[in-house]
């Protein structure tokens, strides 16, 4: 008798250890505002932002969380979040407005009351560097902690931005009017940002959640988009069927150009190609693309919109060469 209780108490213990490591648990944080964002920087240290200017925040892994009280004042809703360490962290709200904090959210700097309009995410990727993105169809980026923000190219119905490095990052989102779902990508810092192959699917992005250059993931609505290469290009496209006979790099048009203007390649055979565009310092400000193509003519449209005028090279790098050509950008 005594075995058959034990065995039972160890069945019962077990399926209760069970549970409780499997289930997920609501925590109690004493507010019944909308939560919109939630950042942890440790296993213990995060916060969650809200309506109302609502910002919480937890030392124990969740199970107290504190409202704020020297949080940012905007009476608007706090959207994004993004924390480096456990004392500095900015947020932006739906007014236009940024905060930075460097002692844990105790108190709060205005850094930026520009007319942009619904600021909806952000992120740093260090102490200076970082992005924000609103419903007006823009990016931003500092290198200044927050001080300064360059307006960026233009991003349609852009919601939610996520960075793997200074470099590289994805912007998702849906077009404006006809709510279709988007993601663009940049490689040079948010400089340009290129429309991502996606299945036709329509809603808002809810999120992202980039581990590295190559694996990403994003949610629309219903749906779990995940890439393992970093997403592909819409912006190169083919342009012809017949087979080209050997590599070729064409001349851009129209030439000079302002904003965009249209180049065309093509490949003799399947290869790994690489197309950069450099100023005439020979720094990099744009990387066209980066991947694997069949044999075959393609075109893409270079956007110089955030570019100064003047003379750029374009430079198309493939298994056994390379080929450059020169465009100027007239404004």
Not at 174 to 203: A, C, D, H, M, R
């Amino acid at each position: 008798m005594k075995k058959i209780t034990r065995f039972i108490l160890f069945v019962v213990l077990f399926y209760i250890t069970e549970r409780t490591h499997t289930q997920w648990i609501e925590q109690i944080t004493g507010s019944k505002l909308t939560k919109y964002n939630v950042k942890f920087v440790n296993e213990n240290t995060g916060w969650v932002t809200g309506t109302n200017s609502l910002i919480l925040k937890t030392t124990n892994g969740g199970n107290n969380w504190i409202q704020m009280t020297g949080s940012a004042t905007t009476n608007s809703s706090l959207n994004g979040i993004s924390f480096i360490n456990v004392n500095t962290g900015w947020v932006c709200a739906s007014l236009g407005v940024i905060w930075k904090t460097t002692n844990g959210c105790a108190t709060w700097d205005s850094l930026y009351t520009g007319n942009i309009g619904t600021l909806r995410d952000i992120q740093f990727v260090n102490s200076q560097t970082g992005w924000v993105v609103g419903r007006n169809n823009r990016a931003f980026r500092t290198t200044n902690g927050g001080l300064q923000w360059d307006s960026l190219s233009i991003i349609n119905g852009g919601e939610v931005i996520k960075f793997s490095n200074f470099m590289t990052g994805w912007c998702g989102g849906s077009f404006t009017g006809s709510n279709q779902s988007i993601i663009y990508k940049t490689t040079n810092s948010g400089l340009n940002w290129i429309e991502q192959n996606l299945p036709v699917i329509f809603g808002f992005c809810g999120s992202l959640a980039v581990q590295n250059d190559s694996n990403v993931w994003a949610t629309f609505g219903n749906k779990i988009l995940h890439t393992t290469n970093g997403g592909t290009y819409v912006g190169v496209v083919a342009a012809g069927y017949n087979l080209p006979y050997e590599y070729n790099l064409n001349q851009n048009y129209p030439n000079p150009f302002n904003p965009a203007t249209t180049i065309e390649f093509e490949l003799p055979i399947e290869d790994n190609i690489k197309i950069l565009v450099h100023d005439i310092l020979g720094r990099e400000v744009h990387k066209v693309i980066e991947e694997r193509l069949k044999a075959g003519s393609y075109k893409f449209e270079f956007d110089g919109s955030v570019l100064s005028s003047g003379i750029y090279f374009y430079t198309m790098y493939y298994s056994k060469g390379k080929i450059t050509k020169k465009m100027i950008l007239n404004k």
